[in-house]
């Protein structure tokens, strides 16, 4: 392909109504940060990649695990219940889900909870947390059958399981370079109409304290990513638990591995039709934008805010001691003519816990009010 039919085909696949909103603001204001660039791209209430895009599933831009098979959202199910237990079987038990997609891991947890704990299912009531009008419909078409509501922000006083899927990864960074024993910060300007990055100085002083804490920096050289909205996120979560548990799955690492010096280019990815890219400026409105979240930091936020981590794992450990290959076994068992199905578990199995793919999502469970317990899915788990 010559670059002019690239330069074509690239203009064609963007939203040309939220670049020209960016082109825009930086001509009247200069360059702006990459973490506003992000931001814009992705939340701008109507031109935004979730505002104007079908992001999840097989034929959106990524999958998540509750689009493989109805078993993840089973073993979530299983651990929550865990919790229900844990905290003395009340009448009342809260899950909020905060950024529930296409609403299909709430389906199936409340499948889950009615075909196999009819104790645990009348006591729930299921809350959505989401700003997506196009996502909340979605939610209510999948949800039809379930009695759910929906927020606009955290409730607070809450008192069960607070549950989020890859939600933090998708929250706009900072994006940052060490270089010569100083901090810049990554701008986002314009160059003959192409958006260019340049450094400068760091926007915040939270960028400085939150290494300063870490008690570290990236190598000198490194490109890095710094998420203060996941910080925050934490002080809010945490607040809104009277008692319970938060329960947070998540691409990320420690603060150790995700800041090593080998990670050159930090961790900031994009996809479109499952096909990942570095470019964040290609499609610009019709890709996903991510980056690795620094659970270091976030399990520091919960307990300053009178959180216990309880439990951190990866998830394909996380399935394996909830049974995830039990189920199976069981397929096998009790239907041996149906190589069909038995098939499609086992390769959903795989594709759940594949360490390369989504099996090193990391897991953290969270309490406040609880004793501690041995939690079903982290019992290989070395930090709770």
């Given at each position: 392909m010559t670059r002019a039919i690239e330069d074509e085909f690239e203009s064609a696949t963007e939203n040309a109504a939220l670049v020209d909103l960016l082109r825009q603001r930086i001509a009247a204001e200069g360059a702006i940060t990459f973490h506003d660039y992000m931001e814009t791209v992705l939340y701008h209430p109507q031109h935004g990649y979730y505002a104007s895009r079908e992001p999840m599933g097989r034929e959106g831009d990524y999958l998540t695990s509750p689009e493989v098979n109805p078993i993840f959202g089973s073993l979530v199910a299983k651990q929550v219940a865990q919790f229900w237990e844990l905290m003395e079987r009340p009448g009342r038990f809260d899950i909020v889900e905060q950024g529930a997609g296409s609403g299909i891991l709430a389906r199936d947890i409340l499948r889950w909870a009615g075909r196999r704990a009819p104790e645990f299912a009348a006591a729930l009531r299921y809350q959505i947390v989401d700003i997506s009008p196009s996502l909340k419909r979605r939610q209510g078409e999948t949800l039809a059958e379930y009695e759910v509501e929906w927020q606009d922000e955290l409730?607070?006083?809450?008192?069960?399981?607070?549950?989020?899927?890859?939600l933090l990864d998708s929250f706009a960074v900072h994006r940052i370079v060490h270089r010569d024993?100083?901090?810049?910060e990554v701008y986002v300007t314009l160059e003959d109409g192409r958006f260019e990055e340049v450094s400068g100085p760091a926007s915040t002083n939270r960028i400085a304290e939150y290494f300063a804490d870490l008690g570290f920096w990236p190598g000198d050289g490194c490109?890095?990513?710094?998420?203060?909205?996941a910080i925050d996120w934490m002080k809010t979560a945490a607040e809104s638990i009277s008692k319970g548990f938060a329960?947070?799955?998540?691409?990320?690492?420690?603060?150790?591995?995700?800041?090593?010096?080998?990670r050159r280019d930090g961790t900031l990815m994009c996809f479109y039709r499952h096909n990942p890219s570095t470019d964040p400026f290609a499609r610009v409105g019709k890709q996903d934008m991510?980056?690795?979240?620094?659970?270091?930091?976030?399990?520091?936020?919960?307990e300053a805010h009178g959180l216990t981590t309880a439990g951190f794992t990866t998830q394909s450990r996380f399935l394996a001691a909830l049974g995830i290959g039990a189920g199976v076994d069981k397929v096998a068992k009790e239907s041996p003519n149906a190589l069909e199905e038995y098939?499609?578990?086992?390769?959903?199995?795989?594709?759940?816990?594949?360490?390369?793919?989504?099996?090193?999502?990391?897991?953290?469970?969270?309490?406040?009010?609880?004793a501690d317990a041995d939690l079903l899915g982290f019992e290989e788990d070395d930090h709770g």
């Open positions: 409730p607070q006083g809450m008192e069960g399981c607070l549950l989020s899927n890859e024993g100083q901090l810049f490109v890095a990513e710094v998420n203060l909205q329960l947070t799955f998540d691409y990320g690492h420690e603060a150790k591995e995700l800041y090593a010096p080998w991510t980056s690795h979240v620094d659970f270091t930091t976030l399990m520091r936020e919960g098939y499609s578990r086992r390769k959903a199995v795989q594709e759940l816990i594949d360490p390369a793919g989504l099996g090193r999502i990391r897991v953290l469970a969270q309490s406040r009010g609880v």
